[in-house]
Nanobody, 113 residues
Framework: VQLQASGGGLVQPGGSLRLSCAASGSIFSMGWYRQAPGKQRELVATITSGGTTNYSRSVKGRFTISRDNAKNSVYLQMNSLKPEDTAVYYC???????????WGQGTEVTVSS
């Protein structure tokens, strides 16, 4: 399975962005992680094929993850963006047993006035 992410960019604080990630095949769990300069990669949100979601505390209530199983795609709607959301965002896909764990290329999100 390969992942192709898109949708990053520059946005002002309080603004919104939508990230998209398309997989070349079906996969159980899809999600987003991010890595800010000088920091470790961290979980943003994940969603299973059945629709079960998981969010990091820092984005809960502001970000919404969704997926279209027919299109093997996952989306991240990011609202009320803050400068601390600035990072490279990576799409991730994982099989139910974890034996498949793939990453897309990063897409950069910059929140700045």
């Amino acid at each position: 399975v390969q992942l192709q992410a898109s949708g990053g960019g520059l946005v002002q604080p309080g603004g919104s962005l939508r990230l998209s990630c398309a997989a070349s095949g079906s996969i159980f769990s899809m999600g987003w992680y991010r890595q800010a300069p000088g920091k470790q990669r961290e979980l943003v949100a994940t969603i299973t094929s059945g629709g079960t979601t998981n969010y990091s505390r820092s984005v809960k209530g502001r970000f919404t993850i969704s997926r279209d199983n027919a299109k093997n795609s996952v989306y991240l709607q990011m609202n009320s963006l803050k400068p601390e959301d600035t990072a490279v965002y990576y799409c991730n896909g994982r099989s139910i047993a974890g034996s498949v764990n793939v990453w897309g290329q990063g897409t950069e999100v910059t929140v700045s006035s």
